[in-house]
Nanobody, 123 residues
Framework: QLQFVESGGGLVQPGGSLRLSCTAS????????IGWFRQAPGKEREGVSC???????NYADSVKGRFTISRDNAKNTVYLQMNSLKPEDTAVYLC?????????????????WGQGTQVTVSS
C-alpha cells in the first residue's frame, strides 16, 4: 500500500514561492492519479490540484495560474510549485492517491493520506 510523505512547507511572505514534494513508498505511483489538498483551521479540506498518470492536470479556481503540479515517476514523487502566494493559501497541505486508479475527484475519492506540511503565508 502506498504511503506518502509531504515536505517543503514553511513560512513565506505574500508574493513568495514554495515547492512542495509528495514522495511515495510501498509501491509505485506511476499508475495512479495523485491529488494535493489543503486544510486551514476551522475549514473543510479542499482540493488544490490533481495529476493523472497521463500527466493531465486540474486545479482549483483559486490557484489557477499560480500553482503547478508535476510528477517524476522515477523519483516516485509529485510536486506542487506554488507561486504568488497569498495569505489565504495558508493551510496544511496533504497529498493522497486516487482510489479510482487514474481518475481525479473529491477528497472522498482519495486515500493513503500523508501527515501534511504546513504552509504559512504572512508578512
Amino acid at each position: 500500500q502506498l504511503q506518502f510523505v509531504e515536505s517543503g512547507g514553511g513560512l513565506v511572505q505574500p508574493g513568495g514561492s514554495l515547492r512542495l514534494s509528495c514522495t511515495a513508498s510501498g509501491g509505485t505511483l506511476r499508475y495512479y492519479a495523485i491529488g494535493w489538498f489543503r486544510q486551514a483551521p476551522g475549514k473543510e479540506r479542499e482540493g488544490v490540484s490533481c495529476i493523472k498518470p497521463t500527466g493531465s492536470t486540474n486545479y482549483a479556481d483559486s490557484v489557477k495560474g499560480r500553482f503547478t503540479i508535476s510528477r517524476d515517476n522515477a523519483k516516485n514523487t509529485v510536486y506542487l510549485q506554488m507561486n504568488s502566494l497569498k495569505p489565504e493559501d495558508t493551510a496544511v497541505y496533504l497529498c493522497a492517491v486516487s482510489r479510482s486508479w487514474d481518475q481525479c475527484g473529491d477528497s472522498a475519492d482519495f486515500g493513503s493520506w500523508g501527515q501534511g506540511t504546513q504552509v504559512t503565508v504572512s508578512s
